[in-house]
């Protein structure tokens, strides 16, 4: 079966630092990855998908499947980036069966 | 667009009791699939409707879970009779069929403590 794994709970950066939230997975066949936010108080939204390869409120993720992994990155953290963020995967052209990991809260303080 | 919407957004019940959550989904989207995340746990898929069909139901816990979606419209999830453990967030997403894989549009999730 997939999984999805996201090693860090929290990650707290100050403003202006670069950023990367971990995601590796687990698949035997050709996955569809993808990054969802949730924002306080809203509700979840898709970020970005690997398929689309583009950047997304300076955000972007490449996936690498030698490493099975598939990195959340910015280079500079803003404090309206301060969030829930959740790497899925998706084993089914078409269809949105999602495999979530168990997120990562990006802290960017002042 | 009008969005997903659920309700009830909070739930309390006590466990052996019987709670229906709903979900409308955004209008024209065929697909429409329920998710949870227990505390401390990832999201978790429960099952997908396409129109009214259920296309898979494979996250479905047990049989006192049943999920309904009437007339390929609004859907339900009825949970008979709750356990402590079936406390936590349930969403509800819904997509176009020709819409690329996993752009799902949630709903802000309806919470169940079940005590």
């Known amino acids: 079966a997939q999984r999805v794994t996201q090693p860090e709970k929290l990650l707290s950066v100050f403003k202006g630092a670069p950023v990367e939230l971990k995601c590796n997975y687990s698949?035997?066949?050709?996955?569809?990855l993808f990054w969802y936010v949730q924002y306080s108080r809203q509700r979840l939204q898709l970020l970005l998908r690997?398929?689309s390869r583009e950047s997304i409120k300076g955000f972007t993720a490449d996936l690498n499947k030698g490493e099975t992994s598939f990195h959340l990155k910015k280079p500079f953290a803003q404090e309206e980036d301060s969030a829930m963020y959740y790497c899925?995967?998706?084993?089914?052209?078409?269809?949105?069966?999602?495999?979530f990991g168990k997120g990562t809260m990006l802290l960017v303080s002042p | 667009e009008a969005g997903v919407t659920q309700f009830p957004s909070h739930s309390v019940i006590e466990k052996g009791q019987t709670v229906t959550l709903r979900c409308d989904p955004i209008?024209?989207?065929?697909?429409l699939y329920w998710y949870r995340r227990v505390m401390g746990k990832e999201i978790k898929f429960l099952l997908h409707?396409?129109?009214?069909?259920?296309?898979?139901e494979s996250g479905m816990p047990n049989n006192r879970f049943l999920a309904e979606r009437t007339g390929g419209t609004y859907s339900t999830l009825k949970v008979q009779p709750a356990e402590l453990e079936d406390s936590g967030v349930y969403f509800c997403?819904?997509?176009?069929?020709?819409?690329?894989?996993?752009?799902?549009?949630f709903g802000e999730g309806s919470r169940l403590t079940v005590l």
């Open positions: 209008s024209g989207h065929d697909n």
């Open positions: 409707f396409v129109k009214e069909s259920k296309q898979d």
């Open positions: 997403a819904s997509s176009y069929s020709g819409r690329a894989a996993g752009e799902l549009f």
């Open positions: 698949y035997s066949g050709s996955p569809e």
């Open positions: 690997h398929i």
């Open positions: 899925a995967l998706s084993t089914n052209s078409g269809y949105s069966t999602l495999t």
